[in-house]
Structure formats: C-alpha cells, structure tokens
C-alpha cells in the first residue's frame, strides 16, 4: 500500500480536462512540495511537475499542478492522445528518518 | 545533455548479492543527490536510497535498510548499491535518478533507462 493516494485509472475524450487526485499527511504533502512524474508504456518516469506547480523546461502549459493542505493535484487541458500513460505523484516523507514516497500511480486512458 | 546509464543488474538466487552501478554525464555531478528508485514488474514507483554530494546525509527505505548500501564515487561520476541478502520480493528495474542539493525534500529531474534484477532460484 503506497503512502500517498492517487486513484487506480482515469479517462478522458480529446480535448477535455483530466484531473488526477494525490492525497498524503501531515508528514508528506502536509510539510513538503509535490512533485509529478510521467511515465508513458515502457519508458523511464519523466519529471512532470515539482514543487507543486513548476513546470520544468519543455513541458506544455497544458500540464498544472496544485497543493492544498495535505492533498495535491495534475490537470491535464486540452488532452491528447499522446498524455496517455502512467501519472505518479510523489513527496518527501519527514517520518522515520525521512523517505522519499510515491503514490501507486494513476494510469490515464484517452478514450 | 544529462546522461544516467545504470549497470550490473542480472538473475541472482535469494539470499545472494549484486552490486549496480550508474555512470553519469552531462552536468556536474559532485553538486547534486542522487537516489535509487525501483519498480516492480507491472508496479508502481518505490524510493529505495538517496545520498547526499559529499556522502553525508544518506537514506534508505524501510524495506531495504540493514541489507542495501548506497554510494558514490565523485572522482568517477558514478553511484553505486550494493544489494545484499536479495529476496524475491527485490525483483524490479532499478532507476538511477539526479536528485537537487540536498538528499530530502528533492524531485528527480532525470532518470536512467534502468537495470532489471530478478531475484528467483
């Protein structure tokens, strides 16, 4: 069971709004930035977002993120075929000695 | 352009050992973190270890403490982590990731293509 809790699947038609749900703890996202990851089929994670909402160079604007309290959350506008894949949320945990965590991840299907 | 190619992944019997490197190129790598993250066949993400630029501040799992050990060779921009007393449960593709300055708190902004170890008799 992942620390933090992304829902199993999403969907969406070309062209809508897909938003993808991370909650944590007071712990987690609670005291620390979120950071997204994409992983499309049999390729390596690639960063998404960090620090709640930053986008690194080269990431469509049609990609944002947000935090509020201990929950955190991807919008994905104007979805296209190719932002099927994998989407994990992920933060740094000041339990135990600090860890990092991820969620298990939320595979997004465009119908 | 940030290159991270991990190595020495393999099929290794339960209680056995392995050792996985990572080269790196393309930024300055005695700067920054650098963690290990697996993935279970058909899983989701899991943290393993992070170390700090100098070796000071290190971190592992829970699932992993006491048996892996990571480490870094800055002479030689590599990262490495020994694997001990492997278990099944151990089975995943190992990713090399560049962390930020410090080891917590970080995101990984490059990966490696991973290194597949499989645990089995």
């Known amino acids: 069971q992942s620390v933090l809790t992304q829902p199993p699947s999403a969907s969406g038609t070309p062209g809508q709004r897909v938003t993808i749900s991370c909650s944590g703890s007071?712990?987690?996202?609670?005291?620390?930035?979120v950071n997204w990851y994409q992983q499309l089929p049999g390729t390596a994670p690639k960063l998404l977002i960090y620090s709640n909402n930053q986008r690194p160079s080269g990431v469509p604007d049609r990609f944002s993120g947000s935090k509020s309290g201990t929950s955190a959350s991807l919008a994905i506008s104007g979805l296209q075929s190719e932002d099927e894949a994998d989407y994990y949320c992920?933060?740094?945990?000041?339990?135990?000695?600090?860890?990092?965590?991820f969620g298990g991840g939320t595979k997004l299907t465009v119908l | 352009e940030v290159q991270l190619v991990e190595s020495g992944g393999g099929l290794v019997q339960p209680g056995r050992s392995l050792r996985l490197s990572c080269a790196a190129s393309g930024f300055t790598f005695d700067d920054y973190a650098m963690h290990w993250v697996r993935q279970a066949p058909g899983k989701g993400l899991e943290w393993v270890s992070g170390?700090?630029?100098?070796?000071?501040?290190?971190g592992y799992a829970d699932s992993v403490k006491g048996r892996f050990t990571i480490s870094r060779d800055n002479a030689k921009n590599s990262l490495y982590l020994q694997m001990n007393s492997l278990r099944a449960e151990d089975t995943a593709l190992y990713y090399c990731a560049k962390g930020g300055i410090a080891v917590a708190g970080t995101h990984f902004d490059y990966w490696g293509q991973g290194t597949l170890v499989t645990v089995s008799s």
């Open positions: 992920a933060a740094w945990d000041d339990s135990l000695n600090g860890r990092g965590v």
């Open positions: 170390i700090s630029w100098n070796s000071g501040s290190i």
């Open positions: 007071s712990s987690n996202i609670g005291s620390n930035t």
